[in-house]
């Protein structure tokens, strides 16, 4: 149980355009995701906090208005980077609390973004 | 504010040797939780560990084991007779309530085990 996908896997786009990355709990609803990017030999650097039904709550220095966060439902969030650069090329991550709440997190296997 | 440091960046072992990765931690917070992961090649995090801060019983998983010590902010990491498949990136992490429950991670530090 508590299991998180992520689709695409991986994606390349052309710089300029936007780009929609899903994260899904698949066998429990969750009211709280979390968004992170990993840069290539870098750690994982959270980027918001995801909370059904409201605004996402970004970090200092991740620009909402270049990554779209949408949690409409409790089994389901989105991230999008709008209008792509190459320097937005990384690995995103997208976690889910757990079906109890509390501190633990179920991660998603992640999304491989290039933008060329 | 919450932070997680792993001084070590690499480590370079033979097979069989035992090796030991060092996580210190900083929290404001009375209850929180501790976790190590493991991310090969692939990508995907692996879930290794969580403590809570209640809980300073070192734990003990096949050759992994796990010596948590708060009077010191620690929670090391050893791996006993190395294997190859071992090698990975290993993060640890902390998770504060207070902190909305996000997960704060350290730098990671980058094994390599060589047969």
């Known amino acids: 149980g508590a299991v998180v996908s992520q689709h695409p896997s991986r994606v390349i786009c052309k710089s300029g355009t936007s780009v929609k990355i899903e994260c899904r709990s698949l066998?429990?609803?969750?009211?709280?995701m979390f968004w992170y990017r990993q840069f290539p030999k870098q750690s994982l650097m959270l980027m918001a906090t995801?909370?059904?039904?409201?605004?996402?709550?970004?970090e200092q220095g991740v620009e909402k208005d270049k990554f779209l966060i949408n949690h409409a439902s409790l089994t389901l969030s989105t991230l999008t980077v709008t209008s792509a650069h190459p320097e937005d090329s990384s690995f995103y991550i997208c976690?889910?609390?757990?079906?109890?709440?509390?501190?633990?997190?179920?991660f998603g296997p992640g999304t491989r973004l290039t933008v060329l | 504010a919450q932070k997680v440091t792993q001084a070590q960046t690499e480590i370079s072992v033979v097979e069989k040797e035992d090796v030991t990765l060092d996580c210190v931690y900083e929290?404001?917070?009375?209850?929180?939780?501790l976790f190590w992961y493991k991310q090969p090649p692939s990508g995907e995090l692996v879930f290794l560990i969580r403590?809570?801060?209640?809980?300073?019983q070192n734990e003990i998983s096949g050759r992994y084991s796990w010596n948590f010590q708060k009077s010191t902010s620690s929670f090391n990491f050893t791996i006993t007779a190395s294997q190859v498949v071992d090698s990975a990136v290993y993060f640890c992490?902390?998770?504060?309530?207070?902190?909305?429950?996000?997960?704060?991670f350290g730098a990671g530090t980058r094994l390599f085990v060589k047969a």
């Open positions: 992490a902390l998770s504060e309530g207070n902190g909305g429950f996000k997960t704060i």
């Open positions: 976690s889910a609390r757990g079906p109890s709440g509390g501190y633990e997190q179920f």
């Open positions: 995801s909370n059904e039904g409201s605004k996402a709550t970004y």
């Open positions: 066998d429990f609803q969750a009211t709280t």
């Open positions: 403590r809570n801060s209640f809980d300073e």
């Open positions: 929290t404001r917070d009375t209850t929180y939780y």
